[in-house]
């Protein structure tokens, strides 16, 4: 495994989603295999593992903060807080007050069963927010020790600029993969310039850019594959180009698809950590293995030349994920 900073604060090179452990892609494991694929993802050297009070709701925390209690204080946790109530949450000051946000920090803590989260994100930040006040916020949680540093989640350059001035930003939680590079035009080159981490979310794009699944591929339950464009059986088709790139340079280099994938944004900016879910013994071994792969600048720049003719049909928005009646859309402007 090799190591690198989002701000100031060192990670695993890839880190691991927990989400898919009980939200987002249909079935899930039992809590025992849950607890010994995180604890073989920290046995491969990973360090950062990030959950959400969203997933499930709440159950995904409680999950994670049992999994790593033994290894707590050597690892990186993160969790996120959204901007609208979740069940039970109810005051009357709204979610997204001083008051709805303590709540919500104070009880993931209980449930991760932790003092402290290194890294707390703000889940999404809606158009017509202050993001100053959440800024203010975090920089009192901070002081207090409850937080080590915050970010923001699919976040736009004027949010980042406006809540970074106010309280450093340490990481930038948003969708990045080979399928969804929209941030490369500007929240990534800021990150770079303002010296904040970026973590990529969904960067196997759902599981596509691995080449293990077809048009044909069923989703069941609360998978989002069942609703995202990207999986869409005529863009699954038409995106096979993209594939064919992959398992070209794969077969290349004696290495995965899915490795690939992870090994460019990798060497792209040293600043980006990936943390694809994964819920088998042999996605665990191949992209945590990712973090090993060295591309030359030659077999970097040539994959990049290729990935740029490439037009990418379909993608995964709040919107379409909405229908699944598990998350509420939230209005970001991204
Ligand atoms: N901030 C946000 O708004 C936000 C949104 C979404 C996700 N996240 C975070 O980001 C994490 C990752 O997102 P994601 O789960 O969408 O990432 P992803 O890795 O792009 O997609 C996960 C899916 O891809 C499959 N997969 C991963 N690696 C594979 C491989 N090597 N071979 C075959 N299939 C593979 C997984 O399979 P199996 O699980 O079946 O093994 C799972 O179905 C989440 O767990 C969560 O922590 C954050």
């Known amino acids: 495994m090799k190591y690198r900073k989002l701000r100031d604060i060192e990670v695993s090179a890839v880190g691991l989603g927990c989400m898919g452990f009980s939200h987002g892609y249909g079935a899930i494991p039992t809590e025992d295999e849950s607890i010994r694929l995180i604890h073989k993802s920290y046995d491969l050297g990973c360090t950062l593992f990030d959950t959400a009070e969203a997933y499930g709701p709440f159950v995904n925390e409680e999950l994670v903060g049992k999994a790593v209690k033994p290894f707590r204080d050597k690892i990186i946790l993160t969790t996120k807080f959204v901007p609208v109530f979740q069940e039970g949450q109810e005051i009357p000051e709204g979610k997204l ?3 709805g946000v303590t709540n919500a920090l104070n009880d993931s803590l209980k449930r991760l069963q932790t003092d402290y989260i290194d890294i ?3 889940h999404r930040v809606p158009l017509d927010s202050r993001v100053e006040d959440v800024a203010e916020w975090m920089s009192e949680f901070i002081k207090e020790g409850k937080i080590r540093a915050w970010g923001q989640s699919q976040s736009t350059v004027e949010q980042i600029k406006k809540a970074h001035a106010v309280c450093p930003i340490s990481a930038i939680q948003s969708e990045y993969s080979m399928m969804e590079r929209k941030f490369e035009r500007d929240v990534i080159p800021l990150c770079k310039e303002l010296n904040i981490g970026f973590v990529a979310f969904s960067p196997m794009a759902g599981g596509f850019l691995s080449g293990k699944y077809n048009k044909n591929t069923e989703y069941k339950g609360d998978d989002v594959r069942r609703v995202i464009t990207r999986f869409n059986p005529e863009n699954v088709e ?5 594939l064919d790139l992959l398992h070209t340079v794969a077969d290349k280099k004696g290495i995965t698809p899915a490795q690939i994938s992870l090994a460019w ?3 792209k900016n040293d600043f980006v ?12 071994v191949e992209n945590l293995g990712s973090a090993d792969v060295v591309l030359t600048d030659e077999e970097f720049n040539n994959i990049e030349t290729e990935l740029n003719k490439i037009t990418i049909y379909g ?20």
């Open 315 to 334: 993608n995964r928005t709040d919107e379409d994920i909405h229908k699944l009646g598990t998350v509420h859309a939230i209005e970001t402007g991204k």
């Open 265 to 267: 944004m990798l060497h």
């Open 120 to 122: 707390y994100y703000e």
């Open 238 to 242: 038409k995106n096979q180009p993209l």
């Open 97 to 99: 007050s001083k008051k």
């Open 273 to 284: 950590v990936p943390i694809p879910g994964m819920r088998k013994d042999e996605r665990v």
